[in-house]
């Protein structure tokens, strides 16, 4: 069974980084495309970016592209999200999410194994 650990949310001022970690555990990964996600209060959960575990191809959504980076360390078992030019906009539960499959099928946030989520709060 997979399990998802993320931790590395907080409080941070606009323009600040933080660095997001989603340890997994419970099978063999190298079929697996992982990502993140983020749910705003009232707004619907919505994807951020996606890494091939065994490639390492990326995806991101365009409200991201060029602030935030998706990476993996396979001798850790781990993936990061390293979130950088924050804005209050950002502000959100940060969701990791595995998949079997390709990029595509994770994107829709609808399949796979979830994690208990992180807090990030961006202050103006």
């Known amino acids: 069974q997979v399990q998802l650990v993320e931790s590395g949310g907080g409080l941070v001022q606009a323009g600040g980084s933080l660095r997001l970690s989603c340890a997994a555990s419970?099978?063999?990964?190298?079929?697996?495309?992982m990502g993140w996600f983020r749910q705003a209060p009232g707004k619907e959960r919505e994807f951020v970016a996606a890494?091939?575990?065994?490639?390492?191809?990326?995806y991101y959504a365009d409200s991201v592209k060029g602030r935030f980076t998706i990476s993996r360390d396979s001798a850790r078992m781990t993936v990061y999200l390293q979130m950088n030019s924050l804005k209050p906009e950002d502000t959100a539960v940060y969701y990791c999410?595995?998949?079997?499959?390709?990029?595509?099928?994770?994107?829709?946030?609808?399949?796979?194994?979830w994690g208990q989520g992180t807090q990030v709060t961006v202050s103006s």
């Open positions: 999410n595995a998949v079997s499959g390709p990029i595509a099928t994770l994107i829709p946030g609808l399949r796979g194994s």
């Open positions: 419970g099978r063999t990964f190298s079929n697996y495309v």
């Open positions: 890494i091939s575990w065994a490639g390492g191809s990326t």
